[in-house]
């Protein structure tokens, strides 16, 4: 989260203020969902959200619950039934590139007839299969990719064009830790899903961005609050979303324009990646698997040369003010996380204690 952004919502806890400053004798969480102030905040920030990510207006902005994993089973339950024929499963293509579309791939196999169509596995989820490889069903209702690969630090530079790969299937991606990193290639997409917390606001809540004409095709046993079509014809308003997290996204949007919109967060997102892997390929001591063409501008996994070396990297770090840095325990090492909200001299002193780290036991 923006420090910007924290001292705002403190500020305004007990007593919210609308636009022009005026207070309302009550703070967010004590608003009703359907009252005009919380109503006011909620058109706000899904506009705000709107413009900065350029979303086209034939896609719908959803906001939901459940994060990231509820959606591997929404997005079957939705669309599984596309191109399918009556009475039958609909066909449902991944692309599978680490451990995140992996989960999809297995929860989606409760709802449709899933079918891997490319996988990174056999290099250890160190690079993306080349779209051209891809074996795409002719029937397929949907093809699901994860654009950016929290765990292994894997990111599709360039979303695949499925039209020109001949097929018709509508693209979906999880994007929940790319989401307002980089613009967003809307002519390419189907539907897009994350969770909040990544690079958008606290937890709790979870972003659906959906063409219309993807809307209307549920399977029958999806649950109402989770049809995408009831969702989006009430507003995000069908039974209560999660009003405070809805309230401090639409603060970190306010925050995304100002530091000059999505645009800008990529120059400064690629200059804080390009930082931490030049001294990682500097290094003798830390190295970075990852094929060039995917490294994660997001997600930096990174390898001491002995796991010996991991303790005592990780206490050093947290006395230097260095948080959050073991990594994920399914693949070991070390993971930065590059997020919006973290500033170019956070990377610096990063990269400086790495440094003298390196230094020290040379
Ligand atoms: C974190 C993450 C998820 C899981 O999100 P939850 O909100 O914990 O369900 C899914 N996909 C990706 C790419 C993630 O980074």
């Given amino acids: 989260m923006p420090e910007e952004v924290l001292v705002q919502a403190a500020s305004e806890m007990l007593d919210w203020p609308d636009a022009n400053g005026k207070r309302c004798g009550m703070g967010v969480m004590e608003m009703s969902h359907r009252g005009k102030e919380f109503t006011s905040i909620c058109a706000h920030a899904e506009s705000t959200l709107r413009s900065l990510l350029a ?16 959606e591997n089973a929404i997005v079957p339950m939705n669309l599984n039934a596309l191109r399918a024929q009556p009475g039958q499963r609909g066909q ?13 791939l297995q929860e989606a196999g409760k709802y449709s007839d899933t079918h891997l169509a490319a996988s990174s596995q056999a290099s250890g989820f160190t690079d993306i299969p080349d779209p051209a490889s891809w074996e795409i069903r002719q029937g397929a209702s949907y093809v699901h990719i994860c654009s950016n690969e929290t765990i292994h630090g894997v990111e599709f530079q360039a979303l695949p064009d499925l039209k020109a790969l001949g097929s018709d299937a509508a693209l979906v991606v999880d994007f929940s830790s790319q989401v307002a990193s980089r613009p967003v290639e809307w002519s390419r997409i189907g539907l897009a899903f994350g969770g909040a917390q990544k690079n958008l606001g606290p937890a709790g809540l979870t972003l659906v961005v ?23 014809a009430n507003g995000s308003m069908y039974n209560t979303p999660p009003t405070y997290a809805i309230y401090m996204a639409g603060l970190v949007f306010d925050w995304l324009q100002r530091q000059g919109g999505i645009a800008a967060m990529e ?6 990646a390009r930082a931490l892997y030049q001294a990682i390929d500097s290094s003798g001591l830390y190295s970075n698997p990852v094929a060039a063409h ?10 001491l040369r002995t796991e010996a070396l991991n303790d005592a990297f990780l206490s050093g770090a947290a006395a230097a003010g260095l948080l959050q840095l073991k990594g994920h325990k399914s693949v070991g090492g070390m993971r930065t996380s590059l997020y919006n909200a973290m500033p170019l001299t956070g990377v610096q002193a990063l990269v400086a204690y790495m440094q003298e780290f390196e230094r020290r036991h040379a």
């Fill in 294 to 303: 995917c490294r994660s501008r997001m997600n930096v996994p990174f390898f």
């Fill in 55 to 70: 979303v086209p207006a034939h896609f719908k902005i959803l906001f939901m619950q459940g994060g990231g994993l509820a």
């Fill in 267 to 272: 120059v400064q997102n690629i200059s804080k």
């Fill in 92 to 104: 449902t293509d991944f692309v599978v590139t680490g451990s995140w579309s992996q989960k999809s």
């Fill in 210 to 232: 959906v063409r219309e004409d993807l809307l209307g095709h549920a399977m029958a046993i999806c649950p109402s609050a989770f049809n995408y079509q009831t969702v989006a």
